[in-house]
């Protein structure tokens, strides 16, 4: 699997998935547009890219702001003159937030949820497309999650953006598929970014979430990162509109025991 010649963008590109997902495009060739909030963040990566022998260029980005998105993309297009996939992954849940019942869910984490992890997919996919039509080829790869196609308990905004954005996904892959651009998302399950590790501090807590899962364990950001590498690749020329589940198996029971 090999990216030479091509160009990368990918948001939340500084930690987690997105920093895996950044590192593995340019060790195979690729170079790669490093978009984060965190501008010290995303230099950290440029840099440790640089590092391995590879080219990137960081960017701060708040994806909730269009001309970032937008800033995003012009670099790609003036630095190397095309962009080639776009991995649109960035998330964070608002400050303060916390879980609670739908009936009890305050608009603004309602709409920083929407804004975020869904308004933001789409610009940064539409942004994505001007280029992209150009060239008559791209590949877009969107961060969804299990939780876009299951329901959780108290996080009712975080489902229904997941949810949204592997519906929209299908909706672009349709539309563009006859210009030669793909359109895929990935739904993870539960994997060991930053944020979940601070979660999961507790020895006793990760040992019983590795019990519901039949691989035993989390995922880590790279299994994941190879799976966005896979669809983001000519290895799955022919794969446009799917939602690959990387979850060690966590949703393949219905959890019924007889």
């Keep these: ?18 920093r895996a997902t950044a590192v593995g495009f340019a060790r195979r ?8 909030h965190s501008e010290r963040g ?31 993309v012009a670099l790609a ?11 649109n992954n960035a998330y964070a849940f608002g400050k303060g937030w916390e879980p609670a019942l739908a009936g009890d869910f305050k608009d ?31 590949s877009i790869v969107n961060t969804a999650s299990i939780s876009g196609l299951f329901a959780d308990y108290k996080n009712s905004a ?22 030669g651009i793909r359109a895929n998302c990935v739904c993870p399950g539960v994997i060991a970014t930053p944020p ?17 899962v039949p691989l035993r364990r989390m995922g880590q950001p790279e299994e994941l990162a190879n799976v966005v590498l896979f669809l983001a690749s000519d290895l799955s020329s022919y794969v446009t ?5 990387c979850d060690g198996g966590l949703t393949l029971s219905s959890r019924v025991e007889l």
Excluded: C
């Design 196 to 212: 979940v590790v601070q979660m999961t501090t507790d020895p006793e807590r990760r040992k019983r979430f590795a019990q519901k």
């Design 241 to 245: 509109g799917a939602a690959y589940v």
């Design 29 to 36: 060739g690729g170079v790669v547009i490093v978009a984060d």
């Design 77 to 87: 297009r003036k630095q190397f003159g095309r962009l080639d996939f776009i991995h």
């Design 108 to 138: 603004e984490f309602w709409d920083h949820a929407i804004n975020i992890g869904l308004t933001a997919v789409f610009r940064g996919t539409r942004a994505a497309l001007a280029v992209m039509r150009e060239q008559g080829s791209g």
């Design 158 to 179: 975080y489902n229904a953006v997941k949810a949204g954005v592997i519906n929209f996904t299908r909706a672009v892959a349709q539309e563009y598929g006859p210009m």
């Design 1 to 18: 699997m090999r990216f030479d010649g091509k160009v990368g963008i990918v948001t939340g590109g500084a930690s987690g998935i997105g």
């Design 42 to 72: 995303a230099r950290a990566v440029a840099e440790e890219i640089a590092g391995l022998g590879g080219k990137a260029e960081p960017i701060k980005t708040d994806v909730t702001k269009e001309a970032d998105i937008q800033a995003a």
